[in-house]
């Protein structure tokens, strides 16, 4: 017993402070896992970020014989990482599409070995032509990693037979200008990539594709089809036997459930001549909603020639509240509780970048608000524009004629 007392650590082992947890003293602290929360896009931007700092290193301090070795692995792992977050991101794809992973590419990715990563990666993108057509070109960089199969090369001296690891794989030079350069193309591109595949996986979750169609494509279908009123002529019958060929559509049926979704879909409807009305919207109620819009504008307009901002003029704009307020309210009566929700949601729709397909959750949403009625009828007043490219985005075509006509008129 009396030797574990002279052991060499037990004199500092009830002095040991973990550094894995947060202590009163801590001046700088990381915040990971439960306590903010640990992703590997971040963690692909930490190991980037650490290249950048190693190169800016070794351009002041020209230790680069040192430094190689935990550039290349953070730049090697950078690489790594952005190859799987996009392939995961396109399985994801593929779950939502309910298409069948091409049977090479359907084996596990849970491995170090960048070239059968980017294999997987090649035959993954069929799924959608806009990947393919954006494939990024800095790939052809990931050859810098080619001899490192195990990601040990730069990591150990020798491999576990004992052989030295550079020495076997014929490497004693390493251009550390060029392979930075790399990098940070590979890390550009395939950034992009990251973003594009999420802004597909967004697509995709509307729901408005087909197993062998995008959402861009039946869109783009809806542009080739003639109006709605023609699908009776013949015309309708050369534009289907267009649309089978050029988009390979493997059967009538195919081309019938492309159709059948454009005729129920908002946006895409409203482009073959065929709208399809939102609820509680109506002529009289975008009438009401013109007039406050105007009333605001032309109110600004006059407060900006009229008023310098000086003491006075801030007295005057407070006493002009209450009969601002009034009269706002008087053009807006006849607005209903649903058509102004209605209204939020489009400004919603417009402004944020939703999709057509979201618009019954975002409307269902301001019906749950507790807004109040004067906050709401100032924020759809003030958001016209917002309120237009909604419309115009979810296909109501008269609605917006009808609200951009009387915008461009004087009276109220």
């Known amino acids: 017993m009396d030797n574990i007392e002279s052991s060499p650590n037990s004199a500092h082992i009830n002095d040991y402070i973990s550094p894995l ?5 801590s001046q700088t602290v990381a915040c990971v896992g439960n306590n903010g929360g640990t992703y590997d896009e971040w963690i692909r931007d930490g190991f980037f970020k650490t290249v950048d700092l190693i190169y800016t290193q070794i351009r002041q301090c020209h230790n680069e014989d040192i430094y190689i070795y935990p550039m290349f692995y953070c730049a090697r792992h950078s690489a790594e990482l952005g190859l799987k977050i996009v392939i995961r991101n396109i399985l994801e794809i593929y779950r939502l599409k309910k298409c069948t992973i091409p049977e090479d590419a359907n084996i596990s990715y849970a491995t170090h070995d960048i070239a059968k990563l980017s294999d997987i990666l090649k035959l993954l993108i069929a799924v959608d032509n806009r990947l393919l057509a954006e494939y990024p070109k800095a790939s052809i960089y990931l050859a810098d990693y080619q001899d490192d199969e195990l990601s040990d090369l730069f990591r150990y001296a020798t491999s576990v037979d004992g052989s030295p690891n550079l020495a076997s794989a014929n490497i004693s030079s390493i251009d550390v200008d060029i392979l930075y350069q790399h990098c940070c193309a590979i890390t550009d591109d395939y950034s992009a990539y990251i973003a594009l595949s999420e802004q597909l996986i967004e697509e995709y979750r509307q729901g408005t594709h087909t197993k062998e169609l995008s959402r861009k494509q039946i869109e783009d279908i809806a542009h080739i089809l003639p109006p709605y009123s023609q699908w009776r002529d013949s015309v309708f019958d050369e534009r289907k036997k267009q649309i089978i060929q050029e988009y390979h559509l493997p059967s009538n049926k195919s081309f019938t459930k492309a159709v059948g979704l454009i005729r129920s879909h908002r946006e895409f409807s409203a482009i073959i001549g065929k709208e ?4 509680y919207l109506n ?14 504008s032309q109110k600004s307009l006059v407060d900006n020639i009229a008023h310098d901002d000086d ?7 407070l006493k002009d509240i209450p009969s601002k307020t009034r009269t706002l309210a008087s053009l807006s009566a006849p607005l209903t509780e649903e058509q102004i929700s209605t209204l939020l949601a489009f400004k919603d729709i417009g402004k944020e970048g939703y999709y057509s397909e979201q618009f019954d959750a975002v409307y269902k949403h301001m019906q749950e608000m507790d807004f109040d009625r004067a ?4 924020k759809i007043a003030n958001n016209s524009t ?22 461009n ?3 109220i």
């Open 386 to 407: 917002s309120i237009i490219k909604g419309l115009k985005r979810c296909g109501q075509i008269s609605l917006l004629n009808l609200l951009l006509n009387q915008l």
């Open 375 to 378: 906050w709401a009828i100032r």
């Open 276 to 279: 399809i009305p939102v609820p």
């Open 283 to 296: 002529e009289d109620a975008i009438l009401s909603y013109s007039s406050c819009v105007k009333y605001i």
């Open 311 to 317: 003491d006075n003029d801030i007295i005057q704009k």
């Open 409 to 411: 008129s004087k009276s």
């Open 21 to 25: 947890k947060f202590h009163e003293t």
